[in-house]
T-cell receptor
Framework: DGGITQSPKYLFRKEGQNVTLSCEQN?????MYWYRQDPGQGLRLIYY???????QKGDIAEGYSVSREKKESFPLTVTSAQKNPTAFYLC????????????FGSGTRLTVV | AQSVAQPEDQVNVAEGNPLTVKCTYS??????LFWYVQYPNRGLQFLLK??????LVKGSYGFEAEFNKSQTSFHLKKPSALVSDSALYFC???????????FGAGTRLFVKA
């Protein structure tokens, strides 16, 4: 949605496999976030990054890793250590101030097969 | 602990009737409050926010929300519901001094023709 591109839209992972979800933005926003959405649980924060080359763990970071080498890009890797990765993953951005509300991507649905 | 609660999993209204989706918050300090809407297999879209000032906030698609400090509520309202308003609605709070947004679990709105 808007200036955030998440790919792929659907992703299937085999047991023991690492997979990487892409998030690219052209909004020139400083902060980027990864959320996981499960039915009835709302959104839970996985990782966030407020500036390039820096990122922080959120509430459920175990089994996930990220990088922020460019302002535009914030990929999320779901590792084999994440035992229950089936979920809808949302990338979001904020401009420099937190008071504007998030802009969200259209999401990636990850399924373990 | 800071929290945002949406007490109803689902709200059903008839088209043309007013709708209310409830949200309460628990906070120390002054909250910044937001409403987002999510359509199936899509990211969340920003609807409106309360930062300070007038307690009645107007947003996108004819929605409005009323901030009530004494009741610690931020209910979403619309005078006349449309079938196209059927979606999942999230309330969220960002607390002064905080670094991340807290989301409610979501309320599914069904508008029947």
């Amino acid at each position: 949605d808007g200036g955030i591109t998440q790919s792929p839209k659907y992703l299937f992972r085999k047991e023991g496999q690492n997979v990487t979800l892409s998030c690219e933005q052209n909004l020139n926003h400083d902060a980027m976030y990864w959320y996981r959405q499960d039915p009835g649980q709302g959104l839970r924060l996985i990782y966030y990054s407020q500036i390039v080359n820096d990122f922080q763990k959120g509430d459920i970071a175990e089994g996930y890793s990220v990088s922020r080498e460019k302002k535009e890009s914030f990929p999320l890797t779901v590792t084999s250590a994440q035992k229950n990765p089936t979920a809808f993953y949302l990338c979001a951005t904020l401009p420099g101030g937190d008071l504007y509300g998030y802009t969200f991507g259209s999401g990636t649905r990850l399924t373990v097969v | 602990a800071q929290s945002v609660a949406q007490p109803e999993d689902q709200v059903n209204v008839a088209e043309g009737n007013p709708l209310t989706v409830k949200c309460t918050y628990s906070v120390s300090g002054n909250p910044y409050l937001f409403w987002y809407v999510q359509y199936p297999n899509r990211g969340l879209q920003f609807l409106l926010k309360y930062i300070t000032g007038d307690n009645l906030v107007k947003g996108s698609y004819g929605f409005e929300a009323e901030f009530n400090k004494s009741q610690t509520s931020f209910h979403l309202k619309k005078p006349s519901a449309l079938v196209s308003d059927s979606a999942l609605y999230f309330c969220a709070g960002l607390y002064t001094g905080g670094f991340k947004t807290i989301f409610g679990a979501g309320t599914r709105l069904f508008v029947k023709a």
